[in-house]
């Protein structure tokens, strides 16, 4: 019977994880391809399916299956993947059930919605167009969050967190970046110090979008992406999608100036499709664990420590450019003759602090999100009303960075996350900063003469450690679980600093130590 009530709880999530998937790809074409005229009605498509599948998750039979299954000593044998699974199921089950199917449908409506605003008021920099948006939207998180439920000690952002993060909190994430937060000033008041001018010529030279994109995409299939269940798109804001089982999509935006941007966007979110194309979720049909905890990412810290890992600590290093500079005349021409390694690897780890996050310098990056941290933390606390935002947000990044911003399209509009209903999630940024950090120094140990493979753009072995170590556990451990099997220990802000201050004594002479 034990079997019957598993495989049955199993098949009931593969659906609703092809409803999920169903919304991902509505999602995806409303970023890409989708006409502005349609927006209403995607905001009617994303409604209902959200509300749908909110009532399949939430079901009672899915209750019943899982109490029954909770109880069978078969299935929740210590360490088994199946206990694994069910604890994770019961997570995401009492999660749902908490949630009222009509505010499931509101959030899902009005963040379609939203998103459209956000575009436009982005477009236009006009933030009184994204305002009634950004408060309708953070009205209905803190109903979420109320739903959730503030746990015992904790605020009611804990119970945002705990949805990308789960277990995370805002105090201990606090205590995380306050000490990290003065460290990285430093950094960058001694690169300032130091009088350096790095010179960056090689970015600015002009290369076409459509050399820069095959350019990628060759990049994207040396590393491993596998293109027959992938695609790249152009979009405002790059992402990646898991759409289906087998079809991850990412997106990435091109300026003709500076091309390693798009460069490293793409493999950021490559990154991120290594990690859904390495997990164990096959084909989606019914023999498949698609729909299932095991076959998903365990957390946002986790996914981003993927994709800053190959967009920072292979992508930025020299040994990176060793192998695709010479390679990348193929593609680009004649535009970076002249340039040397050694310039692009100095040119790329240039530490300014600047308006934009995700053109941000792995030196400053992390300010960035410790900015978005604290004024989400105040939104939903009520202490910063929605109204008062870019001036709350122009004042940290004078105070943080030390930057002017000039208008709001570079300031409080540049994020999308906000017209997704995206509220604790920008920690996970940081949080997979410091997870990267960490097992790279693992890999790396692991790995003899890792340094040299890329250099000759060998890439394989350091996907296979992931595949092994990271990929295909999918939900079995919690982050920090995984963090403490991997490298043996608990998640620290030494490597990352380490890493930082190794990359800034190269380019600009600061001491290693700190
Ligand atoms: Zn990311």
């Known amino acids: 019977m034990s079997k019957k009530n598993y495989a049955e709880l199993c098949a009931l999530l593969r659906e609703a994880g092809t409803l999920t998937s169903i919304k991902s790809l509505l999602g995806w074409d409303q970023e890409t391809y989708m006409p502005d005229g349609a927006t209403p009605g995607r905001s009617e498509q994303n409604?209902?399916?959200?509300?749908?599948?909110?009532?399949?998750?939430?079901?009672?039979?899915?209750?019943?299956?899982?109490?029954?299954?909770?109880?069978d000593k078969a299935l929740t044998r210590k360490g088994s993947p199946e206990a694994a699974n069910l604890r994770e199921i019961r997570r995401d089950y009492d999660l749902a059930t908490r949630l009222p199917g009509d505010l499931v449908a509101a959030i899902a409506r009005t963040t379609s919605q939203?998103?459209?605003a956000w575009k436009e008021a982005r477009e236009k920099d006009d933030f009184a167009m994204f305002l009634p948006w950004l408060d309708k939207v953070m009205g209905l998180l803190r109903r979420k969050a109320e739903c959730y439920g503030t746990p015992k000690g904790g605020e009611l952002y804990d119970a945002l967190i705990d949805e990308y993060e789960p277990g995370a909190t805002a105090r201990e994430i606090e205590a995380v970046f306050t000490p990290l937060r003065a460290r990285l000033t430093d950094l960058v008041r001694e690169v300032k110090q130091s009088g350096v001018k790095v010179n960056t010529k090689c970015l600015k030279t002009r290369i076409p979008a459509a050399r820069q994109h095959a350019f990628g995409l060759w990049v994207l299939e040396r590393m491993g992406f596998n293109l027959a269940i992938g695609r790249l798109d152009v979009t405002t804001h790059p992402f990646c999608s898991e759409v289906g089982p087998a079809d991850t999509r990412l997106t990435t935006r091109y300026r003709d100036q500076h091309f390693?941007?798009?460069?490293?966007?793409?493999?950021?979110?490559?990154?991120?499709?290594?990690?859904?194309?390495?997990?164990?979720?096959?084909?989606?049909?019914?023999?498949?664990?698609?729909?299932?905890?095991?076959?998903?990412?365990i957390s946002l810290g986790i996914h981003e420590s993927q994709s800053r890992m190959w967009e920072n600590f292979v992508g930025r290093s020299l040994a990176f450019w060793k192998w695709a500079l010479p390679k990348s005349r193929k593609f680009l021409g004649d535009a970076l003759e002249g340039c040397k390694p050694a310039d692009l690897f100095a040119a790329v780890n240039t530490v300014t602090p600047s308006l934009i996050r995700v053109e941000a310098d792995e030196g400053t990056y992390n300010l960035h999100v410790m900015i978005r941290f604290e004024i989400e933390r105040a939104l939903l606390r009520g202490d910063l009303k929605p109204k008062d935002l870019p001036g709350a947000w122009n004042a940290r990044y004078k105070d943080a960075l030390g930057v002017i911003v000039p208008d709001d399209a570079r300031g409080c509009l540049q994020d999308v996350h906000w017209s997704f209903g995206l509220i604790g999630y920008f920690p996970t940024y940081t949080l997979g900063n410091l997870?990267?950090?960490?097992?790279?120094?693992?890999?790396?140990?692991?790995?003899?003469?890792?340094?040299?493979?890329?250099?000759?753009?060998?890439?394989?072995?350091?996907?296979a450690w992931l595949r092994e170590n990271i990929h295909r556990h999918g939900k079995k451990y919690r982050a920090g679980e995984l963090c403490e099997r991997v490298t043996g220990q608990a998640l620290s802000p030494e490597p990352l600093m380490r890493h930082l201050r190794s990359r800034a004594s190269r380019v600009y002479g600061v001491n290693e130590e700190n």
């Open 47 to 71: 409604a209902l399916l959200a509300a749908i599948t909110h009532e399949r998750r939430t079901s009672k039979r899915v209750g019943d299956l899982l109490g029954a299954c909770e109880q």
């Open 114 to 116: 939203a998103q459209h």
């Open 260 to 297: 390693t941007d798009a460069l490293y966007s793409t493999l950021h979110e490559m990154g991120h499709g290594l990690y859904e194309q390495g997990l164990p979720k096959g084909d989606g049909t019914a023999k498949s664990l698609f729909g299932q905890p095991l076959a998903e990412a």
């Open 435 to 463: 997870y990267a950090a960490q097992f790279w120094e693992t890999i790396n140990e692991q790995i003899p003469g890792l340094d040299a493979q890329i250099g000759k753009g060998q890439f394989a072995p350091l996907l």
